[in-house]
C-alpha cells in the first residue's frame, strides 16, 4: 500500500478512464440513498450519524465482482469508477445533515406543527446545493497547494486502492456486510414488527430485575437494556471514549441528579424520558455549547488559514484549464444558488429578506472554516458553527425561535456539504480522478439522498408529537432547541434548578476542553464533554448499549488486532443498516395497514 502522505506525481488528472458512468450514478444514489435512511433511521435514535463512503465502495466492488462472475456485466468496475460512485453515495448518505435529525426536529418540538414534505426536499436540496458550490474555491487551495490531510479522504482512497488490487478480500467484506445486515433486519423485524399473523415476538428489553429507585422501577428512568443490535453495533463503530462517556454522563443523569430533582418535584412524577429529559437537557445543551465553542476558539489558528487561504485561491484565479472546476462554476452557481436559499427562508420559515441574505453570507465564511477543520483534524465542527449563528440570530431576531433554528440550519449544513465534496475530492486527487466529475456526482447525490431521506421522515416522524420520546429521542434536536428557546425566552424564564444545571454544565464543559487541552496525555482518561452532554439528552437505554459494543470492539481490538481492522467496521456497519432499513420499512407497512403501529 502506498504511502497516503504521498500526493500523486505533477501531471494531469485521469480523464480517459470511465469515472461518472450512468451504473456508478445509479449505483451510488441507491447505496446512498439507502444508508442515508441508516443514519436518518440511528441520528433520531442517538443523536450520532456515521459516514458511509467506505461502505459503500466495499459494497459496490462485491455487487460488481458478482455481477462479472456471473456474466452480467462485462465491463470491469474500476477504481475511479467506483471512486465517483462514492462522491455520489457520500452526497446522498449525508442529506441528515441539512437539518432532518437537528433543526427541523427542533422546530417541530417547539411550535407542534410538522413541515410539509415538498417544502422540506425543497429546503434541503438548496442547503446541499450550496454548499456544494461553496466548495469551489477552496479545493485547490486546501488540497492542492497545502496538501490538507482530509484524513477520511485519504482513507477511502487507501481502500479503493486495496480493493481493487488483484487478489483483495473486498469481495469477502461486502458478503460480512450483506449477511450482518441481513442478521440486523431479521432481529428487528422480531421485535418491532407486529401483526395478528406474527405468533410471537422477542422482548424489546432486557430489565435490570426488579430494582427500584426512589419506589419507581428502573424502567421508568430508562434504565435498561435494549434487545435490538442497532445501538450496539453504533457503540463498536463511535469508540471507546465517546462510548465510555455518553454511559458515564447517562449514570450521573438519570441515577444521581434526575431522583433527587424528581424528590424536588421538578420533574413530572409520571417520569420516562420525555419528562426527566425536559429538565436534564439544560446541562446536557450548556456542555456541548460551551465545550464546542472553547473548542473552536481554540482553532482560531485554522481560521485564520482557512480565510487567507481561500482569498488567495480568489486572487490566483481558476480557468479550469487545468483540469479543475473552474472559479467562473463558483459565481454561476452562487448566483443561482443563494437567492434560492434566502427565497426558501422567507417562504416556509417568515424569516426577514436582509436575515436570509446574512445568513447565506455567513454560511460561506462558516464552510471555508468548517472545511479547513475537516481537512486538519478529520471533524467538521457543524456543531459549533451552528451555535454561532444561534448566538447571532438571538441577537438580531430575540424571541424567535424558528430564525434562530432555520438560519444555523443553513449555515451548518452548508458548512457541511461543503466540507463532505471536500474529503471526497482529496481522495480523487490521491487517485488522480477528474474533480468537475466528482462535482457533478455530488448533484446526483444530493438529489438521491432528499428523495431517500424526506418521505422516510415523514413514515418515521409523522407529528411533532412523535419526537421526544423514547421511540424518537432526537438528542441532537434536543440540544438546537435548548438554544434556540434560551435565546428566545431568556435564561429568566427557566426553573431556577435549571439556571443552576445552565451554569455547571456550561463550566463544566469549558473545564474539559481545558484539561484535554493542556493535558493531552491524559485525553483519553478524561470524558469526552460531547459525549457526556449527549448522556444528559439520550435514554439511558441507549448509552448502556452503545457502551456494551464499545466494549465488544476494544476487546476485539485487543485479542484480535488483524480480524478487527478487517471485519469489525463492515459488521458493525451491516447490523446498523439492517435495523435501520427495516426499522423504516415497519413504519411504512404499519402506516399501510399491513402491520400493526
Known sequence: MSDPLTPPPPGPVATTFRQLTARAVVTGMLLGGIM?????????????????????GILAFGIFTALQKLRIVREHFGVLENNAMQSVASAAGYMTGGGTVAAIPAMMMIT?????????????????????????????????????????????????????????????????????????????????????????????KLTLGSLTLR?????????????????????????????????????????????????????????????????????????????????????????ARAMSSVFTAFKGGNSGADGEVPMSWFFIGALLCAPVVVFLE?????????????????????????????????????????????????????????????????????????????????SGYLLKADPRQQFWAQFFGVVAGSLFVVPAFRILVPTADALGGEKWPAPGAQTWKGVALMMSQGVEALHPTARIALLVGGVLGIVLVLLERFFPKLKPFIPSPTGFGLGFTTPAYNSMNMFVGALIA????????????????????????????????????????????
Not at 426527566?276 to 455549547?289: C, P, R, Y
Not at 447565506?360 to 465564511?365: A, I, Q, T
Not at 481492522?565 to 447490523?575: D, F, H, K, M
Request: aromatic share 10%.
Open 554 to 597: 476494544l476487546w476485539l481490538e485487543k485479542s484480535r488486532p488483524k480480524l478487527a481492522e478487517e471485519s469489525l467496521v463492515p459488521a458493525a456497519s451491516g447490523i446498523v443498516a439492517g435495523c435501520s432499513l427495516m426499522g423504516v420499512l415497519i413504519a411504512a407497512l404499519s402506516m399501510a395497514g399491513i402491520l400493526e403501529g
Open 346 to 426: 422567507w417562504w416556509i420559515f417568515d424569516i426577514k429578506i436582509w436575515m436570509g441574505v446574512i445568513s447565506v453570507l455567513l454560511s460561506f465564511f462558516i464552510a471555508i472554516v468548517a472545511s479547513r477543520a475537516t481537512g486538519e483534524t478529520d471533524t467538521t465542527p457543524t456543531g459549533a458553527l451552528g451555535k454561532i449563528t444561534q448566538i447571532t440570530y438571538g441577537i438580531l431576531d430575540p424571541g424567535n425561535a424558528v430564525t434562530n433554528l432555520m438560519t444555523a440550519n443553513v449555515t451548518g449544513g452548508v458548512g457541511l456539504h461543503a466540507a463532505d465534496l471536500l474529503t471526497d475530492l482529496k
Open 36 to 56: 442515508s435512511l441508516s443514519n436518518l433511521y440511528i441520528s433520531l435514535k442517538s443523536g450520532w450519524s456515521f459516514g458511509v463512503t467506505i461502505t459503500a
Open 215 to 303: 419506589g419507581r422501577p428502573l424502567t421508568d428512568w430508562t434504565v435498561y437494556f435494549e434487545t435490538s443490535p442497532l445501538m450496539t453495533a453504533a457503540g463498536a463503530i463511535m469508540g471507546f471514549r465517546a462510548a465510555l462517556s455518553m454511559l458515564g454522563g447517562a449514570l450521573v443523569c438519570f441515577l444521581l441528579v434526575a431522583p433527587e430533582m424528581f424528590d424536588q418535584g421538578v420533574i413530572n412524577p409520571k417520569l420516562g424520558y420525555k419528562n426527566i429529559v425536559a429538565w436534564s437537557v439544560w446541562f446536557g445543551s450548556a456542555m456541548i455549547l460551551t465545550s464546542g465553542l472553547l473548542s473552536f476558539a481554540f482553532q482560531w489558528r485554522t481560521v
Open 112 to 204: 407542534g406543527e410538522p413541515m410539509e414534505g415538498f417544502r422540506m426536499f425543497l429546503w434541503i436540496s438548496a442547503i446541499a446545493f450550496l454548499g456544494v458550490i461553496m466548495a469551489i474555491p477552496m479545493k485547490q487551495q486546501m488540497i492542492n497547494v497545502e496538501q490538507l490531510r482530509f484524513p477520511s479522504g485519504i482513507a477511502a482512497a487507501e481502500t479503493l486502492k486495496a480493493l481493487h488490487a488483484e487478489g483483495s478480500g473486498g469481495a469477502a467484506q461486502a458478503r460480512l456486510l450483506f449477511w450482518t445486515a441481513s442478521i440486523g433486519a431479521a432481529m428487528n423485524f422480531l421485535i418491532e414488527a407486529k401483526a395478528k399473523w406474527i405468533p410471537v415476538n422477542l422482548p424489546d
